[in-house]
């Protein structure tokens, strides 16, 4: 069993940043394909990027593409989102989601996911 913690939202401007991280206990993370998920009132949950097993691989979303960043570090157990250039679309509950076995891509449906994070909220204003 995997617990997944995220931290890092908030409010935040238009044009601004943040940084959400995600730590994971257990000692199989390194093993595991992590991505972020979001989503915003009155609509599903939709994939925003992922992270293969080793790092080496990413993907983005079209609406995120060029503005935000996935990384991770298997030595501290945390995946992150670096979020830049911030529009008030991006306004959601980010989640953090993790998939077994040594996967190059986690998948973009809500069925593909094995662990979830409780989900942190983030708000762009206008």
């Known amino acids: 069993q995997v617990q997944l913690v995220e931290s890092g939202g908030g409010l935040v401007q238009a044009g601004g940043s943040l940084r959400l991280s995600c730590a994971a206990s257990g000692r199989t993370f390194s093993s595991y394909a992590m991505g972020w998920f979001r989503q915003a009132p009155g609509k599903e949950r939709e994939f925003v990027t992922d992270?293969?097993?080793?790092?080496?691989?990413?993907y983005y979303a079209d609406s995120v593409k060029g503005r935000f960043t996935i990384s991770r570090d298997n030595a501290k157990n945390t995946v992150y989102l670096q979020m830049n250039s911030l529009k008030p679309e991006d306004t959601a509950v980010y989640y953090c989601a993790a998939r077994r076995g040594l996967r190059v891509r986690i998948g973009e449906q809500i069925g593909d996911i094995d662990y979830w994070g409780q989900g942190t909220q983030v708000t762009v204003s206008s």
């Open positions: 992270i293969s097993w080793s790092g080496g691989s990413t």
